[in-house]
C-alpha cells in the first residue's frame, strides 16, 4: 500500500512527557515571575492604602481562580495544544476561538519581549537590549530541546524565585517598621489595583496551553493549576503583608523595586541576590511564555488560521519548531527596535479578553457552578478599569485581528 501524500498525511502531533510535579512547576515558573518584583508599587498607589491594597489581591486571587478552573475543565476535556483559541473555537464559534488565539499571540509576544527588556535592566542596566536578546535566544534554545528540558529549567527557576522571597521576606522583618499610610482608598482604584496584581498571576493558563504534552490531562490539569495557584497565591499574600509592615504603604506606592526596598530595610547586602533573583524569576517566565506562544500558534495554523508551515513539529524533539522560532523571532525584532513600557498595558489588556473567551467557553459545559460567569463578568470589568491607552490600543489590536481573520477565512473557502 502507497504511503500517503505529504498533503493527505496527518499533522504529527506533541508527546505527553508532563506529569503532575513537572505540570506543578511550569506554573509556579510563569506566575512566580517579573510581576511579584515590581507589582506592588504601582498597585498600592491605585489602591490607597493598606488594607485596599489586601482587598485588590483577594479580587485578583478569586478571578485567578476562576479563570484557572475554567482552563483545568477545558483543558480536561480538549486535551490539545492552543488554550482558550482551541476552546473558543470548539464550544463557541471560530471567530470566537480566533480572536483569544490572536490576543494571546499578540499580547504575549509583546509581554515576552518587555520580560526579556525586564531582565537586562535588571542584570545588565548599561545594555539591557544585548542581554535581553542573548536571553530569548538562549531560552528559544531550551525550549527547541523538548518540554521536558522546559519542565526542568522551571522547575530551578521557580525553586531559585522562591528561595529569594523566602530571604527577602526574613530579611525585611528583621529591619525597622513603618507607619506611613496613603489613606485615600476608592472602590474603582482597588479594581485598577486588582488589574495589576492580576499581571502577576498571569501564566496558570500555560499549563492548559501545554495541554497535548501532559500525561492524563483529564485527571493532571484539574490539579495542577489549582495547587500551583494556591501556592503562587500564598506566596503572594505573604509579601505583600511583609512589604506593607516593614515599609508602609506610602513607602511602597512610590517604590519601583519594593523587593529590594524591603531587603535593604533589613539585610542590605541581599540587594544584590534581589537583582539576580528577579532576573531568574523573568527568565523563567519568558521560557515557559515562548513554549505557550508556540503551540497556540502551532494550534492555529494546523486550523489554517495562519501559515500552514508553522505546523511542523520535530520528530525527534517533539517541539513546534517552527512556530517557535518564528515567535522568538518576532520577540527579538521588538526588543531590539521598541520600548515596551507602554506595551505592558495593551498586553494585560489582551489577556484579560483572552480569559473572558475562555470563561464563556467553560460556561457551555453541564454544570450549575457560577465559577464561568463571575470569571468572565470579572475579566470584563478588571479590563475596563485599565487606563484608556491600554484599554484603545487592545481594541486597535483584535481590530486588525478581525481583519486578518476574514482575509483568513475567505483564502480557506
Known amino acids: 500500500m502507497p504511503a500517503p501524500s505529504p498533503e493527505n498525511r496527518p499533522p504529527p502531533e506533541l508527546k505527553r512527557h508532563l506529569g503532575l510535579p513537572s505540570a506543578i512547576v511550569i506554573g ?50 480538549h486535551p490539545r495544544a492552543g488554550g ?124 492548559a496551553t501545554l495541554g497535548e504534552e501532559v500525561k492524563r490531562p483529564e485527571w493532571t490539569i484539574p490539579r495542577a493549576v489549582p495547587i500551583a495557584l494556591g501556592i503562587t497565591f500564598a506566596v503572594y499574600a505573604v509579601v505583600a503583608s511583609t512589604a506593607l509592615y516593614v515599609l508602609g504603604p506610602g513607602t511602597l506606592a512610590g517604590s519601583e523595586t519594593p523587593l529590594a526596598d524591603l531587603a535593604a530595610a533589613g539585610a542590605p547586602a541581599l540587594e544584590p541576590l534581589v537583582a539576580v533573583g528577579a532576573g531568574i524569576a523573568v527568565a523563567g517566565v519568558l521560557l515557559s511564555l515562548l513554549a505557550g506562544i508556540g503551540r497556540t500558534a502551532l494550534a492555529m495554523a494546523r486550523d489554517r488560521r495562519l501559515p500552514g508551515g508553522l505546523a511542523a513539529v520535530s520528530e525527534r524533539f517533539g517541539v513546534p519548531w517552527a512556530a517557535e522560532l518564528t515567535a522568538t523571532v518576532a520577540v527579538l525584532v521588538i526588543v531590539a527596535t521598541l520600548d515596551l513600557a507602554g506595551a505592558i498595558g495593551f498586553s494585560s489588556f489582551c489577556v484579560l479578553v483572552y480569559y473572558a473567551i475562555a470563561n464563556a467557553s467553560a460556561a457551555t459545559i453541564q454544570s450549575r457552578t457560577p465559577v464561568p460567569w463571575i470569571g468572565l463578568g470579572g475579566c470584563i470589568l478588571v479590563a475596563t478599569s485599565l487606563p484608556p491607552g491600554a484599554v484603545f490600543g487592545g481594541l486597535a489590536v483584535f481590530a486588525v485581528g478581525a481583519v486578518w481573520y476574514l482575509l483568513s477565512e475567505r483564502i480557506r473557502r
Open 28 to 77: 509556579l515558573a510563569s506566575m512566580l515571575g517579573a510581576g511579584v518584583f515590581v507589582v506592588w508599587g504601582p498597585a498600592t498607589e491605585a489602591a490607597g492604602s493598606g488594607p485596599a491594597l489586601l482587598a485588590a489581591l483577594a479580587v485578583a486571587g478569586l478571578l485567578a481562580y476562576c479563570n484557572a478552573d475554567s482552563s483545568a475543565r477545558l483543558a480536561a476535556r
Open 84 to 207: 482558550a483559541y482551541v476552546y473558543g473555537t470548539e464550544r463557541l464559534h471560530p471567530a470566537v476561538g480566533f480572536a483569544a488565539g490572536w490576543g494571546f499571540l499578540v499580547g504575549k509576544t509583546a509581554s515576552a519581549a518587555a520580560m526579556a527588556l525586564t531582565l537586562g535592566h535588571y542584570l545588565l542596566p548599561d545594555s539591557p537590549r544585548a542581554l535581553g536578546v542573548a536571553a530569548v535566544v538562549a531560552l528559544c534554545a531550551v525550549n527547541l530541546l523538548g518540554v521536558k528540558k522546559t519542565a526542568v529549567a522551571a522547575a530551578v527557576f521557580a525553586a531559585v524565585t522562591l528561595a529569594v522571597l523566602t530571604a527577602v521576606v526574613i530579611a525585611g522583618f528583621t529591619g525597622p517598621v513603618a507607619v506611613q499610610d496613603l489613606d485615600r482608598p476608592h472602590p474603582w482604584g482597588v479594581l485598577t489595583a486588582a488589574g495589576f496584581i492580576f499581571f502577576a498571576f498571569a501564566g496558570y493558563a500555560r499549563i
